[in-house]
């Protein structure tokens, strides 16, 4: 499995969890990164995305202010650091590489999906 998500979990409204997705295989180094998510019973959804350098990201409305993507090119490891959680996040979270290095919301531009983790927060 080259990117694997990890971090998911069960958390109370309000609380704090770090996503984060390893790219095993020093494949995504020089592409961009995002999260999505999918909730039961919606379609995926677009979270954030970072350039291949780190140096643009965006978000969904939803999640801005909110929600942090990062990476570590040292590790080859983006993060998805996910402040005052709302039960409207939960959702299984993937990581995803895209084809080119620049930011993108459309997930047709992401060429590699790692296996989602889930996220649940209670009320």
């Known amino acids: 499995v080259q990117l694997q998500a990890s971090g998911g979990g069960l958390v109370q409204a309000g609380g704090s969890l770090r996503l984060s997705c390893a790219d095993s295989r020093r494949t995504f180094s020089n592409n961009a990164m995002g999260w999505f998510r999918q909730a039961p019973g919606k379609e995926r959804e677009f979270v954030a995305t970072?350039?291949?350098?780190?140096?643009?990201?965006y978000y969904t409305d939803s999640v801005k202010g909110r929600f942090t993507i990062s990476r570590d090119k040292a590790r080859n490891t983006v993060y998805l650091q996910m402040n005052l959680l709302k039960p409207e996040d939960t959702a299984v979270y993937y990581c995803a590489a895209a084809r080119g290095s620049t930011t993108t919301t459309t997930s047709r531009d992401y060429m590699y999906w790692g296996r989602g983790t889930l996220v649940t927060v209670s009320s």
């Open positions: 970072i350039s291949w350098n780190g140096g643009s990201t």
